[in-house]
């Protein structure tokens, strides 16, 4: 079980990472057919960002459906909201960048979404699985994350690497 | 200072100098007494018979003399001298008078230059057809005689033409009888190109054009003709998205026009066979559809009913994948533009089709067992007659080392079942786009009308002037006979070699072209460029292995289909003024937007440090920007490259492409001989780099895919050498702004691509994407995008919050690592194993101040693509 918490609540911190690093949305002339999405699935994890960044735990636990939200309602009972706040915010500071991939659609109304936590020498990857009820998404699952070194760690100046890429 | 009296006396010393002078050498005309005296002895009778005997001796003494100083090795020399002559032109009246026309490039405009074949032999002083333009734009003049002996020229002029837009090609008659010039006939009116005609006469003098319109943006082959009383609207052989080439007509006995031209319809070039009779078009069939180029079909029809074709067969998969990195990794998969070719020939006879004799061509001396644009005539006597050009090679003189080729022009005829040994045409050397006329005339000897730019064995690959020759092959003796023929075989594939998957290609552009996004209110499309290409105008390689200047509209239209792209030939052809007209005007003629869009470009080689660029605008006339040269330089002025330049030879560049309103793009940045150590930089004048070519490497930094490598090669080793300065990281720290581009260069077709996003594919936007940096490079058709904080990749901007990139790519095959790039530092390397993908990035400790960021991705095949960077300023008060 507290392994399972412990998973729920990466996946709350990266999700929270990915929404406090987010830029102002595009604006509206930027948007269309080649602009990023501003809806769909990466929307809720948006919404689920925005409400750890305002502590907000209803509306953060909002964003969950099944199993997963009925974990998550366990793990903050079983702590103060302070508590849990300060682990979010303590989980952001060694990240140095986050990529989301876009999302990959496992059927009708379901998708995985790659998500990479980028630190100075790995990488942290995990996917969501979302799926889409009565018109919204939700996060219906989190896989336990990978750590992998990446080939050209962060931060490498064009004087440290050596050897062609591939 | 010298007084007033001494000056006089000077002019009046001069004066009678020049006058003695003249009068000793015949320059000036008698004095007044020598006349007076005249007068006062002799009748006026006599008089008036000894002046018009002496003008009678005069004009023949002048005919004498320019007949006799324009014969060259037998040929005889229609150019006076002070014009570009090309396109020439034969025609013969029914009393075997003959006329002979080109077109005169002369005062920066065109004209057509006529002239008559005298009775004594001599060619007449030239006159001039009135064009519709006075300072006129034309193409490929040719001649005709009717039934009536009307001298008829027919010609392709450009009008309407603005400052940046070019204008409307059309044909025009206009006919010359009883010394007069009838009213111009305006013979088509499609608002697209129509160019490239092919005239010919029938047994009744009746005249045929056939041509390449382009109502659809697309080459189609239509028809007219003169039926003594008037001109026949156009008649359209072919139509659709077929993107037919250079017909050439031909009409059989019972009045059937037989129209050969090539045809990219299938995904390479091939040559079909159409006809007209009563008016009505028939449907064309194929005559040589193998995935070798097959093109510059011709056409004759000999007494026996036979339909000759000719063309001329080259490389296969001819304009595809060729470049340095895929030789070394033996992934070639296509023929470079100008490959080996030969003329070939087929035959239709009682409804089937035959393969024609071989043509064997000379290759004593320097000529090559290569041979190209062939053109077929049927003599009066039912013989078949070839011309076509011979590529040869020789050794420079004056102690180059360099190995130069050249183009000859050459006759032949059938014998029996097979060619006679070819003539070689006096006089012929040149390159291979010329357009000669044969004549078979009424005398049973045959006319060929040329032209030669005279280069000659001190410098084979530099022209010395463009001049329109005729030249008279006598009948032969043997009398003729009904060639033996025997079934056309199609050439086979080379070993191993599969046809191009043109499905496959299509689909990946039509992506490209349906890609839109929406920057700043306003919608984006992706064209597809490229902007460094050399043809044989270029005095280095260009007669080898570049084709025709003529070719590289095919491969850029056809072969790799791009939306626009430059024609950029060493200071535009070797600062040969007529190269340039020859680049600019095509690219004029070409201009088939929103299909397809040239610019009017050049490179200019100067070498490292100061580096080569490539040199486009959007409008025609600017002249090229010559060298800066020291004074220290003895010699020939360069017409390829130097490195004797003055200290700002670029400073001086970027001032006259802000004046012009250019754009400069440096290339090969990382080599020691034509690279630059980023010197120079102005952000307007030369916003992108070609980060990418495809005739050598990348430069864009150590380490870097396709950059040299030279861990595991010499620096000497990498083509064009090494240096590392020259990296586009470089440029990138020392706070340049360029966005990123990827083109060819010599030999290299089909993987390099200049991506430009731009509210429409016509010059002005263009070039404004471009300066704009809305552009990236790539080794294929990938689509990519990149956004920064609702930014477009290019762009510069400010920012308090934290920079979000998002990555948009849709690959040619599946992605095998996607880069991110933040001022000089990998932030993230993402192995991927998708085609399409989407990442959203989002630096949570970005540093203060200006930083760029650009995204790289390499797909599981090798290919690459480079994406322009965002400048991002982020905090307050940083930099």
Known sequence: MKQLLAVIFTGAILIAAVWLGRGPSAPAAATATGAPEDDGPAACLERMFAAAEQADIPAFLACFTGEEREKLDREVAAQSADTYGRSLQAALQALKARAVHAPQAIGDQMVDMRVERIYTGRIEQQVYRLREQRGAWYIESVRAYQTYQPVVPFGTHVSEEDGNVP | MISRRVLLGLVLAAGGAAVWAGWYRGWVSPSPAAVAQDAATQPAANRR????????????????????????????????????????????????????????????????????????????????????????????????????????????????????????????ARSLADDTWGPIVRLTDDPKPDINPHVCTDGQGRIHVVWQAHPENYGNIQYCRFDGEQWSRPLAVTSGQTSDWYPQVAVDANGVAWIAFDSYRQGDYDVYLASVAEGQARAATPVATSGFYEAHATVACTPDNRVWVGWEEGGFNWGKDQGYWLRR?????????????????????????????????????????????????????????????????????????????????????????????????????????????????????????????????????????????????????????????????????????????????????????????????????????????????????????????????????????????????????????????????????????????????????????????????????????????????????????????????????????????????????????????????????????????????????????????????????????????????????????????????HGSTHISYSMVYTPANDRESIVDAVRKRHTYGSTGNVVMEVWANGHFMGDEFELQERPSLTLRVTGTAPLARIDLVRSGQYIYTAVADQQETEIKFVDMEPQAGLNYYYFRIVQEDGEVAWSSPVWVRYGKGND
């Open chain 2, 329 to 745: 990794e033996q992934r070639e998969q296509g023929s470079t533009l100008g490959s080996r070719r030969v003329v070939r020939l087929a035959v239709q006879a009682d409804g089937q089709w035959w393969a024609g004799p071989t043509l064997e061509p000379d290759v004593a001396g320097n000529g090559l067992d290569t041979t190209a644009s062939p053109v077929l005539t049927a003599g009066r006597d039912g013989r078949l007659w070839l011309r076509y050009r011979q590529l040869s090679r020789g050794q420079a003189m004056g102690g180059a080392r360099r190995v130069t080729r050249y183009w000859t022009e050459n006759v032949t005829y059938l014998d029996g079942s097979k060619f006679a040994p070819p003539k070689l045409i006096p006089a012929s050397t040149g390159r291979i786009s010329v357009f000669s006329r044969l004549l078979a005339a009424r005398d049973g000897s045959t006319w060929l009308a040329y032209s030669s730019d005279q280069r000659s064995a001190a410098n084979y690959h530099q022209p010395v002037h463009d001049r329109a020759l005729v030249y008279q092959l006598a009948a032969p003796e043997a009398a003729v006979t009904t060639a033996e023929l025997s079934p056309y075989q199609p050439p086979e594939p080379p070993p191993g070699q599969k046809r191009w998957d043109v499905a496959r290609e299509q689909q990946e552009i039509a992506a490209a072209r349906g890609r839109r996004i929406t920057v700043n209110g306003q919608e984006l499309l992706i064209v597809r460029g490229d902007l460094h290409r050399h043809t044989e105008l270029s005095w280095d390689v260009g007669p080898g292995n570049d084709g025709s200047y003529l070719d590289f509209y095919r491969y850029m239209i056809d072969a790799a289909a791009m939306d626009f792209g430059g024609l950029t030939d060493h200071q535009g052809g070797g600062h040969y003024a007529y190269h340039w007209w020859l680049t600019e005007k095509s690219s004029d003629m070409y201009y088939l937007a929103p299909r397809f869009v040239p610019l009017y470009g050049y490179e200019r080689s100067a070498r490292f440090p100061n580096g080569h660029r490539n040199v486009f605008h959007t409008y025609r006339g600017v002249p090229v920007f010559p060298f800066q040269l020291r004074l220290d330089q003895a010699g020939v002025f360069p017409g390829v490259g130097t490195g004797e330049l003055l200290d700002n030879d670029t400073k001086l560049l970027y001032e006259y492409l802000r004046k012009t309103k250019g754009l400069a793009i440096s290339h090969t940045s990382g080599t020691s001989t034509m690279g630059t150590d980023w010197r120079d930089n102005d952000p307007w004048v030369e916003p992108v780099v070609e980060i990418y070519q495809g005739a050598r490497n990348s430069y864009e930094v150590v380490g870097g895919p396709r950059v040299h490598d030279v861990s595991k090669q010499a620096p000497n080793e990498a083509p064009g050498g090494y240096q590392e300065a020259g990296m586009v990281w470089n440029a990138l720290a020392k706070g340049y702004r360029l966005g990123t581009t990827a083109s060819s260069d």
């Open chain 2, 49 to 172: 018979a000894q002046n018009q005997q002496r003008q009678n001796q005069q004009r023949q003494a002048a005919r004498t003399e320019s007949a006799t100083a324009t014969m060259l090795e037998g040929a005889a020399v229609l150019s006076a001298g002070d014009s570009y002559d090309d396109f020439a032109s034969i025609a013969e009246a029914s009393d075997g008078t003959l006329y002979a026309a080109y077109a005169a490039y002369f005062d920066a405009h065109d004209q057509i230059r006529i002239h008559k074949r005298l009775p004594g032999g001599q060619w007449s002083t030239r006159t001039h057809a009135p064009l519709v333009e006075a300072r006129a734009d034309i193409w490929m003049p040719q001649l005709a005689v009717d039934a009536r002996d009307r001298l008829w020229v027919i010609w392709c002029e450009q009008t309407d033409q603005t400052r940046t837009a070019s204008g409307n090609w059309d044909l025009y």
